[in-house]
């Protein structure tokens, strides 16, 4: 080879080298640029106010799948309260620490009568004898789909303690006790697999007050304060700070391990006690969401007052419903069961029929449904919950066109039926009727949504007539029933929309009148 050669092999290879450490240059500048501009949280109001917005993929997702599990399963008594009453023997303390009633809880009977004295079997002792040895992730999330479910939150960390998932942070977990397996990464990676988005529910800001602390329970015996909380005897002994950082220790690593979708925070984190860290959990969890490359999307009850800004989370109303439309999103998160979250051998039900009902309410008003489900402690999902469940899914293999990626409309509805607002309120709701309809739209489709089978099979609505304020301006080109083959005749006048002859039922449970607009 000769030096000319050499050379120019050389001159090459320089600028080839340039060319690459310019362009590697040019790279790392461009994302720097994208990383600039991507919101930062810092762990006070202002800053997240100013750069939190609700994930829109929420809002579209409409239903979920909640699940309360865990030692409290064992027994099947009372609800999954039974680690707190099973010790209230003269008093029973409601959830704010108010007295509730006089005289021994009848948990605390039944719990002495079955078990015996609780200072020698305590809570601790169902641990051992939760084995959840018939529980198979596949099988959970295969009936959540089928129920049309797109989004599932197990309980991670309940009152009592014990955390569903292998905890960094305490040694009361479902890895190191009991089943002797990760539940809460069994079910992450088998909703994943499947499509699902997965998040947690963390309700062990209450452990410090949840346990009542007398010298003949074994609540108070030292070798146990990491399950039963490090709190003494005074009932309104203020939650100490750390406490606090235990709390804050096990959340952190609840987020780190399993990068849940959503994060349900229970009502206790909603007191004055934990005011310092609530912002600093939000910035923590946001900031950790950008790290990820996702949306995350934080929910508070907000019980009593606005914990948490307003705006700077999604809002969870418990066992309620609103009234009238929110503009920012929010969830009523229920049970299946009337009395319990948790598997119980009394357990009640609602009907399909009205958990449909409540979900179609909910979604006209511009909220989610986050419904549970109380497994047995062996781990099967029982026979009347799996059936209502798997009859939602049919409903919405029908209807769901009126349910997901929906909006709310001009009104939510029409209708004699009034709904009660807020925490706890739906026992004193009436069940819906044929003239309760309840609007959603997506694209050039307005849905109205029967309640329940009109009289005569047909049906005038009121919102959508030519004098309506709502239906200024609305053009309809088309009615169908979906499910139905049926070609409707329809008229729209000064007084509303009338179908005449809604021909045959699409279903047992709420129909749906797909409008195309013009």
């Not at 020698?120 to 002792?125: Q, S, T, V, W």
């Not at 026979?383 to 929906?406: H, M, P, R, S």
Request: charge should be neutral; proline fraction near 4%; aromatic fraction near 14%.
């Amino acid at each position: 080879m000769s030096k000319k050669e050499s050379f120019l092999i050389l001159l090459t290879l320089v600028l080839l080298l340039g060319a690459c450490k310019s362009k590697n240059k040019n790279t790392n500048k461009d994302v720097m640029a994208v990383s600039d501009t991507i919101p930062k949280y810092e762990a006070n109001w202002e800053s997240i106010k100013k750069n939190y917005k609700d994930p829109t993929w929420f809002s579209e997702q409409k239903f979920g799948i909640f699940i309360h599990w865990g030692a409290y399963s064992v027994p099947a008594f009372g609800s999954e309260w039974y680690p707190r009453q099973m010790y209230m023997d003269t008093a029973t303390f409601t959830a704010q620490l108010n007295l509730q009633k006089k005289g021994p809880n009848e948990t605390y009977l039944h719990h002495k009568k079955k078990w015996g004295d609780q200072k020698n079997f305590g809570y601790k002792d169902f641990i051992p004898m939760f084995k959840a040895e018939k529980f198979n992730a596949k099988n959970w999330i295969d009936l959540f789909k089928k129920s049309g479910a797109k989004y599932v939150v197990p309980v991670a960390d309940h009152h009592d303690g014990f955390a569903m998932y292998k905890s960094n942070t305490t040694r009361w977990n479902s890895v190191d006790m009991g089943p002797k397996r990760d539940v809460l990464g069994e079910l992450f990676k088998e909703g994943r697999a499947q499509g699902l988005i997965m998040g947690a529910s963390s309700h062990y800001a209450f452990n410090w007050s949840f346990y009542n602390k007398k010298d003949h329970f074994d609540t108070t015996d030292p070798q146990y304060a990491d399950l039963y909380s490090p709190k003494g005897k005074d009932l309104n002994e203020p939650v100490s700070e750390e406490f606090k950082k235990k709390w804050w220790n096990r959340t952190v690593d609840l987020i780190d391990n399993y990068q849940p979708d959503i994060l349900w925070f229970d009502f206790y984190v909603d007191i004055p006690d934990y005011a310092s860290v609530r912002p600093k959990i939000a910035a923590y969890y946001y900031n950790k969401g950008i790290e990820w490359g996702k949306e995350v999307v934080l929910q508070d009850k907000n019980f009593d007052h606005d914990a948490f800004p307003q705006g700077t989370v999604i809002y969870d109303l418990e066992r309620g419903k609103l009234p009238g439309i929110r503009k920012l999103p929010w969830q009523t998160d229920t049970s299946i069961g009337k009395n319990s979250w948790s598997h119980v051998t009394n357990w009640e039900s609602k009907t399909a029929n009205q958990l449909i009902d409540d979900l179609v309410d909910i979604v006209s008003k511009n909220g989610n449904l986050l419904l549970n489900v109380g497994p047995k402690a062996d781990g099967t999902i029982p026979e009347d919950q799996t059936k209502i469940l798997l009859q939602i899914g049919d409903w919405l293999k029908v209807n769901g066109d009126a349910i997901y990626g929906t909006k709310y409309w001009n009104t939510f509805g029409e209708g004699p039926t009034e709904v009660k607002k807020g925490h706890h309120s739906e026992g004193q709701n009436k069940e819906f009727t044929g003239q309760d309809i309840r609007f959603t739209q997506k694209g050039d489709k307005l849905y109205a949504i029967m309640m329940a089978w009109p009289k005569n099979g047909k049906v005038n609505i009121a919102s959508l007539g030519k004098g309506s304020e709502y239906a200024k301006d609305l053009q309809i080109k088309n009615v169908n029933l979906l499910g139905s083959e049926s070609k409707l005749s329809f008229e729209q006048n000064e007084k509303g929309l009338s179908v005449m002859n809604l021909g045959e039922k699409s279903g047992e449970f709420a129909h749906t009148l797909e409008i195309t607009m013009k």
